[in-house]
């Protein structure tokens, strides 16, 4: 059971992105990805939620191969995202754009949608419990019927973790989520992928807060230029010199 | 059952509608309320595709001029019933709209557009050059709606009705999960991925659904009309579709349906704007994007947020993580 590159290659033109890359997420384990700028942490994000295609090595879940599937085939699988920059839809509710995240176990096609069958109202109740129990569980109770554009940084990342979590994922790949928040916001982040992971959640953490990395991931890889330089459990990883020499200095 | 702010106002304006041909005064005006509904059947379905989908349609008078024809060359020259006619222009037009997007919707906004220009021109040229079923330049004449709606009333209520169901349609879609798949295939289709909304399957549905209530506004356009030529069905009448969407406010379904009683009605009332013509609409449109980019649905929505008490705006996040837990665990218990 797990989320795993295995010797992933990806080339941009001339550029070798990533090169033998390999990474393994699995259920309820923090596991945090850092590097240099430009290391290809983003890249490797986008090869496992299926952005991009790898050129060489396969993308697996639970040992079957998704290298070739789609964005939303592997969020059905429950592979959920959020971004580096927070993609929400402005003119949209938060708890509307909690509920999109829904979308996989909304069953109704579009013509019972149009009609109004009973089985769309069955949906559409059980997707907003859903979505209002997420929104409050990561502190957006004060914001639930604001448009999305009218939110703070902080309460658009929370929101993207929130229609994540609606998404029901097995794995969540979160990418700089810690990014422009305040010490108060980070410590309450760090909070819920806590939580996030005694539910058995695989949670990829893509960030560049080395201290706060260091201390809620269960594992590490350090990627620069492209290739994995260490790998191992945070202790390992902040003694490595390597590590030390190219990314965390002194 | 008490009745909310919102289905008393529905109410109201159904019995007010419902009774037009009463109060409206004379024939002219009902043929004008008629000929609003029918657009809004077309606009209706075009709201989906342009005001939440994103897609530029501004090709949508083909679609109208081919479910007019076919209204007219069946139950006219066939003598088809026309409620079967009426369908069957559905049907078609469904097809077409098919058959348009399925190379077309890959394509990003500006080609589309295009895309859809071209086949607005190209309808036209046919029936232009097949005459023997057409009619040509000269055109064909339409047949009236059988008892109990061959009355201007009966046809108005007819009318009435079926926009009355598109407008019930729409909202049904707009609202639900397919209304916010809709969306976020508009505002970011990264995100719609991320969620596993399937972007190009969504696009052609509801390209195919505006289709289908193109092909029956075209057959109810042929009856207003009683007499159809290509020149029915000009290009400035594709553009006014859009326009009246673009106005109204995009993710929206008052402002375009109020959009398009505005523009339909207003040159008809007052004399001298009918002589300004295109003109009245470029201004208008001008005006409208300079000023209220997000349209005349956005300013509703900003009175009303204005008239609610604003309580402190926090903006504080303080996350519950007994409630989250739950809430994941509720979650990853579902099969």
Redesign the interface.
Known sequence: MSLAARDITKRFGGLTALSQVSLELKPGEVHGLIGPNGSGKTTLLNLL???YRPDGGKIALDESEISGA???RR??LGI??T?QKP??????SVL?NA????????R?G?FA????LPQ?KA??RA?RS?AE??L????????IGRRANL??H??QR?LEIA?G????PRFILLDEPAGGLTAA?IE?LG??IR??R????GVLLVEHHTDFVFRISDRVTTLDVGAVIKHGTPDEVKRDPEVIRVYLGA | MPLSNKSISILVVMAALIALPWWAGDLYKLHLAALICTYWVLIGGLNLVVGYCGQLSIGHVGLLAIGAYCFAILAGTHGLHPGLAIAASGALCALCGLLLGLPSLRLPGFYFAMATLAFALIVTEITLAQGNLTGGGVGLSVPGLPAPFDTPQGTYWLILAIAALVTW??W??AR???G??L??VR??A??A???????FRAKL??FV?SGFTAGVAGALFAVLQSYITPDTFVFELGLFFFVCIIIGG??HILGPAIGTIVLTALPEMVAPLAKLGNFFYGLLLLAVVLLVP?GIGRVFEILIERLRPRRGE????????D??????????S?L
């Open positions: 939620s299926g952005y789609t964005v939303q969020a059905n959920a995202r971004f993609r929400l839809l402005p003119t949209l509307d509920m999109l995240g829904g979308w996989r176990d909304a109704a579009f949608t149009a009609f109004s769309v949906d559409e997707l859903r129990e997420l409050h569980g990561v502190g957006l109770s004060h914001a939110l703070e902080a309460e929370f229609r979590l609606a998404q029901r916001e309450h909070a819920v939580v996030m005694e539910s058995g959640v | 349609l729409t049904n879609v639900h999960t397919w916010r798949g969306v976020a505002d970011s990264v995100t991925q991320a969620v596993g909304v399937p972007v549905t509801v659904f995009r993710g997000e926090s903006h504080v996040v303080k996350p519950d993580l409630r989250l837990a739950r809430a994941i665990e509720n979650g990853r579902i």
